[in-house]
C-alpha cells in the first residue's frame, strides 16, 4: 500500500509570494495533520483536518491555511511567505485522529525562502 | 513552553550495546506517547508507541517505558546496530485529539561498528 504522499518535494520562493503544499493521506486514513520541521528542531503541529473539517490549529499567524478535500488529500497554503518559513513541511495521516492511533509521516515538502 | 524535552542532543554508542534515549514531559493531560525515527531528507517513520495505562512495551530490538509519576518515557535499543544510527523524537499527545502531536527536539543516536 502507497504511504503518504507529499508534493512537491523541494520548492524555492521568495520572500512575499505565496505556496500551497498537497498532501494525499494513505487509504483510508480520513485524518490529516500538518507540521512544519525547522532545522534542530522537533516538527510543530500546524493544523489538524478531519473529514474536512478543522479540528486543531497549532501556534501559526493567518497567514497559513489549509483544506481538506473530499478524498482526504489536503492542501497547506502559506501567503505573505517570510525567510523564517523556510523549513521542512510534514503531513501526517491517521484513520481518525482520535483514539490511540499512530500518524504516518509523509516524505516532507522542503521549501526555502530566499 | 517546552512540553516535551529531550535534553540529550546526541548519543553515542557501540554496536551490539544498549542505546538508551530519554523523554521528559509537563503537561499530565498526554496519555499517548511515540517514538520516532528520522534520517536526513525523509519524514519520520513510526517505531513504537505506549499507552498510559502501561508502563512497558516492547516490539523487538525496541522497547518503551512509561513512568507517569515522574513524567518520564524511555526508549531502549538492545543490541544497538549502525542502521539504528539517525534522529529520534518522542512526540506525546491525547487520546482525545492524537492528531496533534507534541514532538522533543529530538536525539541524534550515533551508533558505531
Known amino acids: 500500500d502507497a504511504g503518504v504522499t507529499q508534493s512537491p518535494t523541494h520548492l524555492i520562493k521568495t520572500r512575499g509570494q505565496q505556496v500551497t503544499l498537497r498532501c494525499s493521506p494513505i487509504?483510508?486514513?480520513?485524518?490529516v495533520s500538518w507540521y512544519q520541521q525547522v532545522l534542530g528542531q522537533g516538527p510543530q503541529f500546524i493544523f489538524q483536518?478531519?473529514?474536512?473539517?478543522?479540528?486543531g490549529r497549532g501556534n501559526f499567524p493567518d497567514r497559513f491555511s489549509a483544506r481538506q478535500f473530499p478524498n482526504y488529500s489536503s492542501e497547506l497554503n502559506v501567503n505573505a511567505l517570510l525567510l523564517g518559513d523556510s523549513a521542512l513541511y510534514l503531513c501526517?495521516?491517521?484513520?481518525?485522529?482520535?483514539?490511540?492511533?499512530?500518524?504516518?509521516f509523509g516524505p516532507g515538502t522542503r521549501l526555502l525562502v530566499l | 513552553d517546552q512540553q516535551v524535552k529531550q535534553n540529550s542532543p546526541s548519543l553515542s554508542v557501540q554496536e551490539g550495546r544498549i542505546s538508551i534515549l530519554n523523554c521528559d514531559y509537563t503537561?499530565?493531560?498526554?496519555?499517548?506517547f511515540l517514538w520516532y525515527k528520522k534520517y536526513p531528507a525523509e519524514g519520520p517513520t513510526f517505531l513504537i508507541s505506549?499507552?498510559?495505562?502501561?508502563d512497558k512495551n516492547e516490539d523487538g530490538r525496541f522497547t518503551v517505558f512509561l513512568n507517569k509519576s515522574a513524567k518520564h518515557l524511555s526508549l531502549h535499543i538492545v543490541p544497538s546496530q549502525p542502521g539504528d544510527s539517525a534522529v529520534y523524537f518522542c512526540?506525546?499527545?491525547?487520546?482525545?485529539?492524537?492528531?496533534?502531536?507534541?514532538f522533543g527536539q529530538g536525539t541524534t543516536l550515533q551508533v558505531k561498528p
Open positions: 503537561n499530565s493531560m498526554f496519555d499517548y
Open positions: 483536518y478531519y473529514e474536512k473539517e478543522e479540528r
Open positions: 512526540a506525546a499527545s491525547r487520546s482525545s485529539n492524537t492528531g496533534k502531536l507534541i
Open positions: 505506549i499507552s498510559s495505562i502501561k
Open positions: 501526517a495521516s491517521s484513520p481518525y485522529g482520535t483514539r490511540q492511533e499512530t500518524q504516518y
Open positions: 487509504s483510508g486514513h480520513k485524518s
